[in-house]
Nanobody, 127 residues
């Protein structure tokens, strides 16, 4: 079992920046592709970002592309989500997830690609 713990979510104002962190257990963190998803009240879970095992390949959801950056530090077993120019529509619970499989392209945009999930951290952006 892989344990994932998100942190960093808080109340911010529109236009602010925020960095979320996801700490993972175990010594095989580098073997997992890591993704971020978000879910707003009354809406389906939405793909936000994915970073592959090597850290060289990244994918972003259309709604956040250009404003958010995913990165990872394998030595610290941590994945980050840097969020800039935040908007009220970014308000959601943000989840990190780990995928053990090695897939191609857009398959990582689907929640079914991931094997482990964190409990989420709340991000609220006020106007």
């Amino acid at each position: 079992q892989v344990q994932l713990v998100e942190s960093g979510g808080r109340l911010v104002q529109a236009g602010d920046s925020l960095r979320l962190s996801c700490a993972a257990s175990g010594r095989t963190f580098s073997a997992y592709a890591m993704g971020w998803f978000r879910q707003a009240p009354g809406k389906e879970r939405e793909f936000v970002a994915l970073i592959r095992q090597s850290g060289n390949m990244r994918y972003y959801g259309d709604s956040v592309k250009g404003r958010l950056t995913i990165s990872r530090d394998n030595a610290k077993n941590t994945v980050y989500l840097q969020m800039n120019s935040l908007k009220p529509e970014d308000t959601a619970v943000y989840y990190c997830a780990a995928a053990a499989g090695v897939y191609s392209g857009d398959y990582y945009r689907q929640p079914r690609a991931y094997d482990y999930w964190g409990q989420g951290t709340q991000v609220t952006v006020s106007s």
